[in-house]
């Protein structure tokens, strides 16, 4: 018998099958690092627009003096929306900061990540413009003096928005700088 090969129970030889080819990719304890600080920046992004999107949402949600037929109310439905957005997207950063994977297939969750930011993103953005533009109006037509505490927390709760989209946009500039590591080393990682 040559090295390397086993009598078989029938009395046949058996030769050793190739070993399978593991195609993991080796990361350093430095890149390791790198990679969860990445993350971790991410997750603190998306709790700070999931902070300012709540807190846009509920200041204009409990603005009651506008009247139901206010375009307040997309303002704080567009903000809520976000603020679940981010919740969602919280969530998934645990995940995978925690797990070391992704919620869904890579390939899946690099391009959700980035969609939806710019999506939510625009809308909260369009929200608090059209927001701004009611606070003007209504401080033309001389409403805010009869009524000063709703325009005060109209401006509260568009000031609040703003700083969500400015949060959820810098979530988006890393969610797209992975989407390019994805397309450049088939990894969302950049090393």
Known sequence: MRSGQEPNRNG???????RPR?????????SVQKNRRFNILILVFRFAAFCFSLASAMFMFT???????????????AAAI??????????????????????FPEVVQVWFDFSHDQVFAYMLLSAD???TA??????????????????VQSDISV?????????????????????????????????
Do not use: K
């Open 12 to 18: 046949g030889l058996m030769t050793p099958s190739p």
């Open 22 to 30: 593991i195609q993991s990719q080796f990361q350093s304890t430095v």
């Open 63 to 77: 603005n009651s003096r506008g009247g139901s037929g206010s375009p307040q109310w997309f303002v704080a439905i």
């Open 82 to 103: 976000v603020a679940l957005y981010s919740l969602f997207e919280i969530g998934a950063s645990v995940w995978e900061i925690s797990r070391g994977a992704t919620v």
């Open 129 to 131: 413009s059209a927001g």
């Open 134 to 151: 009611l606070a003007r109006t209504l401080r033309e037509r001389d409403t805010c003096t009869a009524n000063n505490a709703f325009c």
């Open 159 to 191: 000031a609040l928005g703003f700083a969500g989209f400015m949060f959820l946009g810098f979530s988006s500039l890393l969610s797209g700088f992975r989407v390019i590591c994805f397309i450049l080393n088939g990894s969302r990682f950049h090393m």
